[in-house]
Nanobody
């Protein structure tokens, strides 16, 4: 069983920063990759950033590249998303997600395909202009 709990969302003006955290209870058998996925009102889920826990290899959506940074503290079982230069279009519910190794699928393909098995409850991020 994997349990994910997000925190750190809130309201900020455009150009501001926020850091999201995801406390995870997990085992190495079921969590090879973790990610942040967002869903804006009236839209589908969008993969934002992903990381392979063992190696630290990362992948980002083009819309956030250069502004967002995903990282993890394996000792604390915590995933982070540092979001800088926030824009109104970043407004969404942000979910922490995790999943086991998927053979034959690149990290970027997994992120853009939003292919994860476990999900947190989400945290709201609102960016005003």
């Amino acid at each position: 069983q994997v349990h994910l709990v997000e925190s750190g969302g809130g309201s900020v003006q455009a150009g501001g920063s926020l850091r999201l955290s995801c406390a995870a209870s997990l085992t190495t058998a079921n969590t090879h990759t973790m990610a942040w996925v967002r869903q804006a009102p009236g839209k589908g889920r969008e993969g934002v950033a992903a990381i392979i826990l063992a190696s630290g290899i990362t992948s980002y959506a083009d819309s956030v590249k250069g502004r967002f940074t995903i990282s993890r503290d394996n000792a604390k079982n915590t995933l982070y998303l540092q979001m800088n230069d926030l824009k109104p279009e970043d407004t969404a519910v942000y979910y922490c997600a995790a999943g086991p190794y998927v053979r034959g699928q690149s990290l970027y393909a997994r992120l853009t395909g939003v292919n994860f098995d476990y999900w947190g409850q989400g945290t709201q991020v609102t960016v005003s202009s």
